[in-house]
């Protein structure tokens, strides 16, 4: 962890997607927390507050006040593309278990699909070993799109897993295949008896690629995913729903034709927001209003398109009521809430782990 920086200030900015409002108050400090990284991709905090940072390339950073200790990710992962070592969960059980889990992309035959990876801290912290993989989807694709990754833990003690389309679009309609779908999973990677498709992993499916995933306090799940040209989406997601990809979309394709048969069918689920044009979303949380209470229950998202934080209001009407940015906020790749109510993100190309407070 590197000395707090001088104080960077956020100020809300009037763009294209509807009225945005700033913070209460305006002004927002950030701190550079670490920096040095190398492509981060997710991050989770640890119940004594350390954090461990997942970086693309597969290489774990587990950070404890000054200190930080550098270990190696699962030996099968492929860094291709969007692929790689991507994020990383601090379950509930990590006190007893001293278990991490993450996602990356594993080599399958001649492609790769997303897997979900187990690793264990030794008492002391000085080592993550005894990797293991606890799932991985079927029948992989080739190319370097569309992972997902993101991973939540439910109250139910469930993990869920947010699964790309891999760029098979069809796929995301096939509920043989694990593509384009949010998956729910036993603590140890098998399948729960009540998913609601027999003997499947998948929750919900039609997701195109879901780089978001939390839980609100009421145990809503939400999703939010990468759309094609516009038509990036905030879903609440719900047991067996289909969520329409590429049946249905808000967006066009890069090509500029229609998605489908455009942006409704009988038997898919709307998005609860949209954004026209994309910007790119990645990470989620629900904020807890600790710092800001004007902000209790609403939505956040970093921009990979925009280099920016996104507020979006949990009334649906609403739409996006604040924008964060400023030189700290460019890739914006995930997103958390501390213990103490501050906000922290990773900045990709920068390589930095920031927080931000009331200023």
């Known amino acids: 962890m590197r000395p707090i920086l001088p104080t960077m200030i956020f100020a809300a900015a009037l763009l294209s997607f509807g009225q945005i409002a700033p913070a209460n108050p305006s002004a927002i400090q950030s701190q550079v927390m670490v920096d040095g990284l190398e492509d981060p991709w997710g991050f989770d905090f640890l119940p004594n507050g350390d954090v461990l940072i997942s970086q693309q390339e597969g290489d774990f950073v587990l950070v404890s006040g000054t200190k930080r200790r550098t270990f190696k990710g699962p030996q099968d992962v492929i860094f291709e593309g969007q692929g790689g070592l991507l994020d990383v969960l601090i379950p509930s059980d990590f006190q007893t278990s001293r278990q991490v889990l993450y996602t990356y ?5 001649k492609g790769s699909g997303t897997a979900l990876g187990q690793a264990t801290f030794n008492k002391n912290m000085t080592r993550l070993g005894n990797h293991k993989t606890l799932f991985e989807i079927a029948n992989g694709s080739k190319g370097g799109r569309h992972f997902g990754s993101r991973i939540a833990e439910g109250e139910d003690g469930k993990i869920y897993v947010s699964i790309g389309d891999r760029g098979d679009r069809p796929s995301a309609q096939d509920l043989s295949r694990e593509n384009g779908s949010i998956l729910r999973l036993n603590r140890d990677g098998t399948v729960p008896k009540d998913n609601p498709f ?5 929750w919900s499916s ?14 809503k799940l939400i999703a939010i995913e990468h759309g094609p040209k516009g038509g990036d989406e905030v879903n609440f997601v719900e047991k067996g729903k289909n969520y329409g990809w590429p049946v249905i979309s808000y967006g066009r394709h890069y090509s500029g034709a229609k998605v489908g048969v455009g942006n409704a069918k009988a038997g898919m689920e709307q998005p609860f927001h949209y954004w026209d044009p994309s910007i790119a ?4 949380l629900v904020y807890s209003g600790k710092l800001w209470p ?13 280099d920016q934080i996104q507020v979006v209001s949990s009334k649906k009407s609403e739409g996006v009521i604040a924008i964060l940015q400023n030189q700290e ?3 914006v790749r995930d997103i958390a809430e501390a213990d103490d109510g ?11 782990l920031v927080r931000i407070t009331p200023h």
Do not use: C, V, Y
């Open 105 to 109: 992309s594993k080599k399958q035959g």
């Open 198 to 202: 027999e003997n499947s992993a998948i």
């Open 206 to 219: 039609g997701h195109r690629n879901p780089q978001g995933l939390t839980f609100a306090p009421d145990g």
């Open 281 to 284: 979303p990645s990470g989620a």
């Open 294 to 306: 004007n902000w209790t229950g609403q939505i956040m998202t970093g921009s990979l398109k925009f």
């Open 329 to 331: 906020t460019l890739r």
């Open 342 to 352: 501050s906000i922290w993100f990773l900045s990709q190309p920068n390589g930095k």
